[in-house]
């Protein structure tokens, strides 16, 4: 087999992931560095919660100082959540219990501030265009958040 060919078809089984991975040894000079940690366990985790007709989940367990956001489905209209909610401001919500913020039209950042449960409702209903025939549904849903310490 000619260099060339040798070289196609190891580019090939990298390409493929059949090729194992290259290892690293840390030298000396790096072995000791504290250079920042890009690893997922230091990023946040936000966990997603989806709100059609109903929360899905429907139940969350955080600790205080996690965070979840709510997406609402473009096609339902839904009240019962933080109408007041602006962007770039934090209000308080379930007595406290949460912190609500609006990154942007139909999602509600929450952040969980101290140990305890909540319910959180929402009524739900078809987005329709004017004019058109709508169903004629509405639904109450509901998110349980317990927060542990």
Known sequence: MTALAVLATAGLMSACGSASPARTTPSPATAGSSA???SPAALPMIRMVRLGSAFSPDSLHLGAGQQFLVIVSKAVNVSGLE???APGKTY??????LSVRCPAAGEYLYTARRAGSAVLSATARPRCAHGTA???????ASLKVSIAQ
């Open 92 to 97: 308080p919500a379930a007595g406290g219990l």
């Open 134 to 140: 709508c169903p004629q549904w509405i639904s109450r």
């Open 83 to 85: 109408a007041r909610c």
């Open 36 to 38: 920042p940690s890009s």
